[in-house]
């Protein structure tokens, strides 16, 4: 797992560890939504029929992030 120790980029306050999850084909990281949806983009999770990525969230400000693999 993520380290929880990790300060929020957007606010500095603590992360907390959980877990990004989707269904198939999986959550990717596309620098603009076009009309292909989900088809293209850097893959972020794991996985073959639920999938999921490793992920800290900020329970102050709401920001999450997603570790590089």
Known sequence: MTDS???CPVC???MEPGFVVG???GVK???QAD???DLG???LTS???NHSAAALRC???GTVVIPGR
């Open 12 to 14: 500095t306050n603590a």
């Open 35 to 37: 009309v292909l949806g």
């Open 41 to 43: 983009g850097v893959l």
């Open 47 to 49: 996985g073959f029929f």
């Open 59 to 61: 329970s102050d400000c």
């Open 5 to 7: 120790a990790l300060p």
């Open 23 to 25: 269904r198939s084909p």
């Open 29 to 31: 990281f596309k620098k």
